[in-house]
């Protein structure tokens, strides 16, 4: 498998480039990080994000936390599961509670070099194992709140005054998730090259086509005539970005072959490498819904998952510092065995945090271990609300950002993963 | 066609706007058979009741489309065997079931029921091409044609213990010694009452219980049966249906269980809800959703007098414009109404393959939703500026037949305009509005369209030769491309 060791330009890592820019008191100064990336478009898109990009990874299904990091000193776990727990010798990096799954081995090089974190009993406040409403509860992340507006589109919004269209973005599925719902410009799209108006390889005619349009939408009452003006607006955004953002991965960097995570992190690492100001992106990997045959299905799932994210990391090159990637399901799933080898719908669960300011190389939890009296309904225990985990990385990583508009009433509880 | 086509006239006529708008939302596009049927039978309530009739309603082309598709008449065993041996994949069963249901929506003649049929099987949604359940999705998909107009519990008892159901949600492997929830979670949860309704965990597995006994042979010839052996037998208790459920054949409790269920009021809110949805706009009133579900339930789970209730509301002729197209509607739509029509499905650039790939790239593919609740009904879904840009694209391809798509019927120029010439630039952009968005041009559209050719609206054209391919692929592309050749 790839070697990430090669070339990747990790060692940006970690808190220097923001350390510098606090001592030197320009954190909170747009334009600064124009100057870094040389020359492309506004200062103001890159001011108070110091160019750091949240990665969120949502494993769609509920994927089962207990196989991605094996909880091997609990005897629960190997007598619930007999025919799909894990040996703790096939485990990697083990410690004496925790051992990630052997098909995580492309992403051990990481993990050794501190740059990748495994997070356990995450999830959120109250069971829910409806798959809808658990994925609605997390990307919305503010149940106080009737307002359907997600996350990441909060965090975009506490970012600039006046948030561009590539600030938060899905890549892969064109269909825009509820953590990326509200008032900011949001995207959702599989690539760039498919985000140009009808004959724009002809610019007088484009410009007509462009003129008539903007005519027919502007008087149209509706969300269709907003969208439409939108449409051209984000056509033109899209003009400016460098053709080589589809184009794939550079020499060297491979992604597993008929994989949507990868070609989805691929086209996400071609746009950060174009720097045209993303700051959060959301990328969708989805068949984690293991109700049969656990044991192979989970293991092709992580399989995929780890060789993807080791490309991608190499594919960002110098831009992996900048760079930080959180897996989040909608629930775990059950301790024990269904009667189909597989795992229906449980809680609490694992979350892997990976790249720029982690404090990797170990698994972080308040373990409420496998007991039947520490069990919920059957399921491991949430000692850890998610989003005090995404509050840890975006303090970290976004320093300027108000997180209490983030994530209204939450207390954060850091577990200590971040630089 | 030709002599008595609506295109012949320069201002080929259009319909009133109530049936205009009950057309467009009932039909997958507006296109000359569709005025024609309504004009001939009197009004868009008796073109409506003919339609709920569909049984007397001839459809040749609807009714031919599954033969263009050789491999969706392999029985569940045949189609296990030729992925076994290698031939084909899942995957290619899936994509013939999709490519099939695009060129049925296209050519069907029996519109209300098409479109009814999308509407259950977004609801009782199972993939197309999927592992466990492709050799017998097709035969799912002819349940859900069947009962698309008739009884709700009719439909509810033939899909969920369908063996492409049981091989989707794992009720295959849900016995007795092993009890698995997946189905008889969404059984609840999506398909009849919905979380609202506040069933609990033990629900949930009461759900399950009643559901075993039903195996098909997932990865092994797939033949389906009922085994006593596997099912459950005790008591079950599920949010007001209880039963002893004490013999091995729990069929007949599995019957009243789910008739129990399609009758429950919360079902008859959810069901309403998501047809209001569909048909009149994102947000329907409180009222409009009562007066649905109450048709239903009166008439037994009966949806031919919900549909009916639902037309006639003041809501529904006061929604005109509140609902965008979605991307597999919005492509089938314009194949409909430019008159591009498919005729069989040889060869990777068939039509009825392009269409796939069409709405795909726009943003939605047929039966490619990866999750059991089947795609987003609101139209905020289908209204982000990125979607908007890729129908603007693909409505040019299209109009131009720039992917030179072949095995279908695409009517020459000649066909398509006016026998009485010269006609003036904004004469032909009226005749294209009225052709494809079923609506007089008004001054903004014919400027835009001027304004897209730099040409004058008074540019006269001696005859169909004058009318350039370019000409008229630019007209009908820029008339597709105004808000309204979205909205439907």
Redesign the interface.
């Known amino acids: 498998m790839t070697d990430v060791d090669d070339d990747c330009g990790c060692d940006e890592y970690g808190p220097s480039r923001r350390s510098i820019l606090k001592v030197a008191g320009l954190a909170a100064m747009a334009g600064v990080t124009t100057s870094m990336f040389g020359d492309v478009l506004t200062s103001t898109v890159y001011g108070a994000s110091e160019g750091n990009i949240l990665v969120v990874l949502s494993l769609r299904g509920g994927a089962d936390g207990l196989s991605m990091i094996v909880p091997h000193a609990e005897s629960a776990y190997y007598s619930a599961r007999p025919t799909t727990a894990i040996a703790r010798a096939r485990l990697q990096v083990p410690d004496g509670t925790f051992g990630l799954h052997p098909a995580f081995a492309p992403l051990v090089p990481m993990w050794q070099r501190g740059q990748m974190a495994g997070l356990h009993a995450i999830g959120l406040p109250a069971p829910n194992r409806s798959h809808f409403e658990a994925m609605e509860l997390v990307e919305d992340a503010d149940p106080g709140s009737s307002a359907r507006i997600g996350w990441i589109n909060r965090m975009i919004s506490g970012l600039a005054a006046s948030p561009d269209v590539f600030d938060g973005i899905q890549i892969g599925s064109t269909v825009t998730p509820t953590s990326l719902v509200g008032p900011s410009p949001s995207l959702a799209t599989g690539g760039f090259g498919d985000l140009m108006l009808p004959f724009h390889t002809d610019a007088t005619l484009k410009q007509r086509v462009a003129t008539s349009l903007e005519a027919q939408y502007s008087s149209h009452a509706g969300p269709l005539g907003e969208a439409g003006i939108n449409a051209l607006a984000l056509a033109a955004r899209a003009a400016q970005i460098d053709g080589s953002v589809d184009e794939g991965a550079p020499p060297g960097v491979t992604y597993p072959k008929y994989s949507a995570l990868g070609e989805a992190l691929g086209t996400t690492a071609g746009l950060i490498r174009a720097k045209v100001g993303v700051k959060a992106v959301a990328v969708d990997a989805g068949g984690w819904d293991h109700h049969v045959d656990l044991g192979w299905r989970v293991e092709n799932n992580i399989k995929e998952l780890a060789e993807c994210l080791a490309a991608f990391f190499l594919d960002l090159g110098a831009d992996a510092g900048r760079v930080t990637v959180v897996t989040l399901s909608e629930f775990g799933r059950r301790l024990t065995e269904n009667g189909s080898r597989g795992v229906d719908h449980g809680y609490g669960n694992a979350v892997l945090v990976l790249g720029a300011g982690v404090a990797g190389g170990t698994f972080y939890s308040r373990w409420p271990t496998l007991g039947s009296g520490q069990q919920i309904d059957g399921d491991l225990a949430v000692t850890t609300d998610y989003r005090s985990v995404l509050m840890e990385i975006l303090r970290a990583r976004f320093p300027t950002l108000d997180l209490s508009k983030v994530f209204p009433g939450v207390t954060s509880a850091p577990l200590g993963f971040m630089r | 066609m030709s002599t008595t086509r609506l295109s012949a006239s320069v201002s080929p006529k259009v319909l009133p706007a109530m049936h205009q708008h009950v057309a467009s939302r009932f039909t997958f596009g507006v296109d000359e058979t569709v005025v024609a049927d309504m004009l001939s039978v009197g009004g868009w309530q008796q073109w409506f009741e003919r339609q709920l009739a569909w049984s007397r309603l001839s459809d040749p082309h609807g009714a031919a489309a599954s033969s263009w598709f050789p491999l969706l008449a392999d029985s569940p065993s045949a189609a296990w065997g030729r992925v076994k041996r290698q031939e084909k994949s899942a995957w290619d069963f899936g994509f013939d079931l999709a490519s099939y249901t695009m060129a049925r929506k296209i050519v069907a003649r029996r519109q209300v029921q098409e479109v009814m049929a999308d509407f259950w099987s977004n609801l009782l949604y199972i993939p197309a091409g999927e592992d466990?359940s492709f050799p017998w999705r097709i035969s799912f998909d002819e349940v859900i044609r069947q009962h698309a107009l008739g009884r709700f519990r009719t439909l509810l008892r033939a899909a969920v213990v369908h063996p492409a159901m049981s091989g989707w949600?794992?009720n295959s492997?849900?016995?007795k010694?092993?009890?698995?929830?997946?189905l008889g979670?969404e059984l609840l949860?999506?398909y009849t009452v919905g979380?609202p309704a506040g069933y609990d965990?033990a629900d949930?597995k009461s759900s399950a219980r009643i559901l075993t006994g039903f195996k098909v042979k997932v990865f092994d010839g797939y033949d389906a049966s009922y085994e006593p052996n596997d099912h459950w037998v005790g008591p079950v208790s599920v949010l007001g249906f209880s039963h002893a459920n004490a013999d091995a054949d729990g069929r007949a409790v599995v019957a009243a269980y789910l008739d129990h269920l399609a009758r429950h009021p919360s079902t008859a809110t959810r069901i309403a809800r998501r047809l209001c949805t569909r048909f009149v706009s994102d947000t329907p009133s409180a009222g409009l959703v009562a007066a649905v579900a109450a048709a239903y339930l009166a008439a037994d789970t009966d949806i031919r007098p919900a549909l009916r209730v639902l037309v006639r509301h003041p809501e529904f002729a006061a929604s005109v414009?509140?609902k965008?197209r979605t991307p597999t509607e919005d492509v089938v739509n314009v194949a409909r109404v430019i008159g591009s029509v498919p005729r069989g499905a040889a060869g990777e650039g068939a039509l009825a393959r392009h269409v796939i790939w069409m709405s795909s790239?726009v943003?939605?593919q047929q039966f490619d939703w990866?999750?059991?609740?089947g795609?987003?009904e609101t139209?905020?879904?289908w209204?982000?500026?990125?979607?908007?840009?890729?129908s603007?694209?693909i409505h040019?391809a299209l109009a131009g037949n720039w992917w030179g798509s072949t095995d279908a019927a695409i009517p020459a120029r000649a066909d398509l305009l006016p026998t009485t010439w010269p006609i003036t630039l904004g004469q032909l952009v009226d005749h294209q509005s009225r052709m494809l968005l079923g609506r007089e041009a008004p001054e903004?559209?014919r400027?835009?369209?001027a304004?897209?050719l730099?040409l004058p609206e008074s540019r006269s054209f001696a005859n169909v030769a004058a009318v350039s391919d370019w000409t008229f692929t630019v007209v009908r592309?820029?008339v597709l491309?105004?808000?309204e050749g979205?909205?439907r």
């Open positions: 466990r949600l794992n492997s849900n016995t010694n092993g009890i698995n929830e997946n979670r949860e999506l979380r965990e949930v414009g509140q965008v790239t943003g939605q990866p999750r059991p609740d795609f987003p139209s905020s879904t209204t982000s500026p990125a979607r908007v840009i890729r603007w694209n040019y903004s559209l400027r835009a369209v304004e897209t730099n592309g820029a491309n105004t808000p979205m909205l």
